[in-house]
């Protein structure tokens, strides 16, 4: 058994007490240091939901305000307990909807991300990266997080290369950087063309200079409670790996459901390959599963089945690139008034005279 496992804990505090618990102790052992980082590592986590419930929505508020003073005093009096967090999520989408502070309020908070020298793990929660935000400074910097998660809903394919360069540059000792986003996006958002754009951009780097991520983890999420889950029924994830200093995708189901096993302990395994339905009868599969109002106007009018046989062959396809698609809305914008149109005939055929 190695003898570091058996020092006592005096003997530890007394160690930490000498070196300040800084990063020179790694210099005097990593295993000593692990295990200092152990005993005395703190995990800081911002507030996750917001409740639609007035009273409870203000307690939130009020919540999140208490969050912010408490960064802020850490912050103006040196605490030395910024020297002591090791894991940080730091849930920045409830400045979202909010457009005169979102900017300025996350890039105040970010900032405090290097002042935490033992930051291990760290999780962003983003929700939006918009043309002409200063992304190198939305996501703070650090030299010693080595497990980066940015959640992430709609951003553009310039945001997307933008923000590789800034984490490549921010986080250099970075091993693993997970990116979480809706299991079904709203666009312009973090599709399978933004992500291979994402890829290209870390792939086109100079390895000289800028060191990738040992591995690249795209999973979904949903919404449950208003927070962020990613434990979900289905597992659409896709993992990335360097080797020669180009990150290339595992093709194979098997590695998928290793790295769900690996690095999101607990899950279930069930990996779903959303590009493997091409040979369903797609119309007899989910007919059944549109709205009422919709198979009703497919019974009164027979040119409105054949549009919604091509939508549903559209809505697969922009599934499978992670896209969310509303058959509803498609037909509302293409024939405006006429699911009403359809839905009132329907009525008058069937009822009783």
Known sequence: MDAFSQLPDELIRRILHAHGHSPTLRL?????YRLCNKQCSIAVSSPKSINSDITQYTDHLNTLWSYAVFLETLYLSS???LTRITHLDLNLAHFTNNSDTRLPVCTRY?????????????????????????????????????????VL?????????????????NYPRLKVLRIHRPTLVTMPGFDRQTEHHFIATFNALDPDT?????????KNYDIENNTVCTHTK?????????KKDVLTESASKQRRQYAL?????????????VQSHGSLDIVAAEFDTLDTDIQNSCRVAPFVRDTVRVLLHEKQHQQSLYRRYSIRERLETLYPG????????????TSEW
């Open 28 to 32: 005097v052992s990593k295993k000593l």
């Open 79 to 81: 605490s030395p307990l």
């Open 110 to 150: 970010a900032s405090y991300i290097p002042l935490m020298r033992v930051l291990y793990s760290l999780t962003l929660t983003l929700d939006i990266l918009s043309l002409g935000d200063d992304i190198g400074a939305l996501i703070g910097k650090s030299d010693s997080v080595e497990d980066l998660t940015v």
């Open 153 to 169: 809903h709609r951003i553009t394919l310039h945001s997307a290369a933008n923000l590789a360069t800034a984490i490549a540059y």
């Open 210 to 218: 800028l060191r990738k991520p040992n591995t690249i983890l795209f």
């Open 234 to 242: 289905l597992n659409y994830i896709h993992t990335y790996n360097r």
């Open 261 to 273: 096993r690996k690095y999101y302990p607990g899950h279930s395994l069930h990996v779903d390959d």
């Open 338 to 349: 006429l699911i009403a149109d359809c839905v009132h005939t329907y009525h008058l055929l």
